[in-house]
């Protein structure tokens, strides 16, 4: 009986596509839309021994009573939109905004030739920015143009409004992370779009007044992907020795790692508004948590750590990833 946002507090890859995977099973929504760039994003879903990636989908497709929805500030490229609709078996299941922007092979050529986007700023080379920049330029071409898309067209806030006026419960994702975002982030090392709470509702045609919950995702060794500042980064030999070793789900590039940011967790709070954050990743700062499910089996650094991270953050942490999979984690939203 809620619109909650759910995003990313750091730089992305906090590991929102399993907090929302997790949060669609318990919360049950008759809607989960996404908001966010397009299909630079990547996000992983872990069910049992499958792990999923997607790009364009939302990530809780894994809860199946779901419609999945695009929203309309959001960027399609059709093809990476039907090869993941195909592989994950959501036909029927899938709506796109009629009026999302669309990446043509040719903002692809241009975001992979173009040395100050894929070389300065390490973009993911699928073709965003120069998408983003021709729909600013308003050349754009719709999802309404594209005869193949036809099958997923919807006016997807008219979907979502109508749920919440009937008092359903839906999930709006966000995609990328505070860190990047284009107004916020460390410009000009940032992603083409704001990342933040309001941005993924204008994204989804969704008032600020309808929104309960804002849900912060905060990793607890924060990671980045592409060039940019990252004050609390340490070095490879020290992140390997820890046992945090990642790599991109789009780009398979090498994730950047860090220590816990206490500023800007505090600051990444403020601007999204949050509620209530999710810690994930809590078995890297005990290796003794991983895939517990229950509180009261933290351990007193896990619980210290907590402690502080919620100082910083000045909400409540009401879930704490302990593992990949989706199952593995704490809800304890109900305490609140
Ligand atoms: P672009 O969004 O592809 O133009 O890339 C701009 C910057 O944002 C690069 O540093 C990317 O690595 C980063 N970026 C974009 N999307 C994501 C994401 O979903 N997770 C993490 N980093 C991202
Ligand atoms: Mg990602």
Same mark, same amino acid.
């Given at each position: 009986?809620?619109?909650t946002?759910?995003?990313?507090?750091?730089?992305?890859?906090?590991?929102?596509?399993?907090?929302?995977?997790?949060?669609?099973?318990?919360? @049950?929504?008759?809607?989960?839309?996404?908001?966010?760039?397009?299909?630079?994003?990547?996000?992983?879903?872990?069910?049992?021994?499958?792990?999923?990636g997607?790009?364009?989908?939302?990530?809780?497709?894994? $809860?199946?009573?779901?419609?999945?929805?695009?929203? +309309?500030?959001?960027?399609?490229?059709?093809? !990476?939109? =039907?090869?993941?609709?195909? /592989?994950?078996?959501?036909?029927?299941?899938?709506?796109?905004?009629?009026?999302?922007g669309?990446?043509?092979?040719?903002?692809?050529?241009?975001?992979?030739?173009?040395?100050?986007?894929?070389?300065?700023?390490?973009s993911?080379?699928?073709?965003?920015?120069?998408?983003?920049?021709?729909?600013? /330029?308003?050349?754009?071409?719709q999802?309404?143009? !594209?005869? @193949?898309?036809?099958? $997923?067209?919807?006016?997807?806030?008219?979907?979502i409004?109508?749920?919440?006026?009937?008092?359903?419960?839906?999930?709006? =994702?966000?995609?990328?992370?505070?860190?990047?975002?284009?107004? $916020?982030?460390?410009?000009?090392?940032?992603? +083409?779009?704001?990342?933040?709470?309001? #941005?993924?509702?204008?994204?989804?045609?969704?008032g600020?007044?309808?929104?309960?919950?804002v849900? !912060?995702?905060?990793?607890?060794y924060?990671?980045?992907v592409? @060039?940019?500042?990252?004050?609390?980064?340490?070095?490879?030999?020290?992140?390997?020795a820890?046992?945090?070793?990642?790599?991109?789900?789009?780009?398979?590039?090498?994730?950047?790692?860090?220590?816990?940011?206490?500023?800007?967790a505090? $600051?990444?709070?403020?601007?999204?508004?949050c509620?209530?954050?999710?810690i994930?990743?809590?078995?890297?700062?005990?290796?003794?948590?991983?895939?517990i499910?229950?509180y009261?089996?933290?351990?007193?650094k896990?619980?210290?750590?907590?402690? #502080?991270? =919620?100082?910083?953050?000045?909400?409540?942490?009401?879930l704490?990833?302990?593992?990949?999979? /989706?199952?593995?984690?704490?809800?304890?939203?109900? =305490?609140?």
């Amino acid at each position: 009986m809620s619109c909650t946002i759910i995003v990313g507090g750091f730089f992305g890859d906090e590991g929102k596509g399993k907090v929302v995977a997790h949060i669609a099973h318990k919360d @049950e929504p008759v809607i989960i839309s996404r908001g966010g760039v397009g299909p630079n994003a990547g996000h992983t879903v872990m069910v049992g021994d499958q792990t999923y990636g997607v790009r364009m989908v939302p990530s809780g497709f894994v $809860y199946k009573k779901a419609k999945l929805c695009i929203g +309309s500030g959001v960027l399609v490229d059709p093809r !990476v939109l =039907e090869h993941e609709v195909e /592989m994950l078996g959501v036909r029927g299941r899938v709506f796109v905004d009629k009026r999302c922007g669309i990446i043509t092979e040719d903002h692809i050529a241009r975001d992979k030739s173009s040395t100050h986007l894929s070389k300065k700023i390490g973009s993911t080379g699928s073709g965003c920015g120069p998408a983003n920049s021709d729909r600013v /330029m308003r050349i754009s071409p719709q999802a309404k143009d !594209v005869p @193949e898309l036809a099958e $997923y067209l919807l006016d997807v806030p008219l979907a979502i409004n109508d749920a919440l006026k009937k008092n359903k419960t839906v999930l709006l =994702e966000g995609t990328q992370g505070f860190g990047i975002s284009l107004y $916020y982030g460390t410009y000009p090392f940032v992603t +083409s779009k704001d990342t933040s709470a309001s #941005q993924i509702a204008a994204d989804n045609g969704v008032g600020p007044t309808k929104i309960d919950d804002v849900i !912060v995702v905060f990793k607890a060794y924060p990671t980045r992907v592409g @060039e940019g500042p990252f004050s609390t980064e340490m070095t490879t030999a020290k992140s390997d020795a820890m046992g945090i070793q990642e790599f991109g789900t789009v780009t398979h590039r090498q994730r950047r790692v860090g220590g816990w940011d206490g500023d800007m967790a505090r $600051y990444s709070a403020m601007i999204n508004g949050c509620t209530q954050a999710a810690i994930t990743g809590i078995d890297n700062i005990d290796k003794a948590c991983f895939g517990i499910t229950d509180y009261n089996k933290l351990t007193k650094k896990a619980l210290a750590f907590l402690k #502080q991270a =919620e100082e910083d953050i000045g909400s409540p942490i009401t879930l704490i990833s302990t593992g990949p999979e /989706m199952s593995q984690i704490i809800d304890i939203r109900d =305490e609140q």
